[in-house]
């Protein structure tokens, strides 16, 4: 689950799964994520949603079976960016690798 430093960077702008969001053209979702980014509602508990508790769980064992079935090395797990172009996008990276 994300920690409070990660909730927080969050807040700061646009990210992949807000991206979702604004491109479902779901108008509550839409209108909710609205409210998130200014602070006006908190964002939905997603500790309870199955797909969300595997994806943390499995993480490190995804990168650890990339690793071995590519041979490339995973690094900056969890670095946050901002694009310098654009301040208002962000993501926090699941890894990167040289090529």
Do not use: H, Y
């Not at 490339?72 to 962000?90: C, H, N, W, Y």
């Amino acid at each position: 689950m994300l920690t409070e430093q990660q909730k927080a960077f969050r807040k700061q702008g646009l990210g992949g799964s807000d991206a979702n969001i604004i491109m479902s053209g779901d108008a509550d979702k839409i209108l909710r994520l609205w409210k998130e980014k200014r602070g006006e509602i908190q964002p939905e508990d997603l500790s309870r949603v199955l797909p969300v508790r595997m994806g943390s769980f499995t993480e490190a064992l995804n990168v650890t079976w990339f690793e071995e079935e590519t041979g490339k090395t995973v690094t900056r797990q969890g670095d946050q960016q901002i694009s310098a172009e654009f301040p208002f996008m962000l993501c926090t990276l699941d890894g990167e690798t040289d090529a």
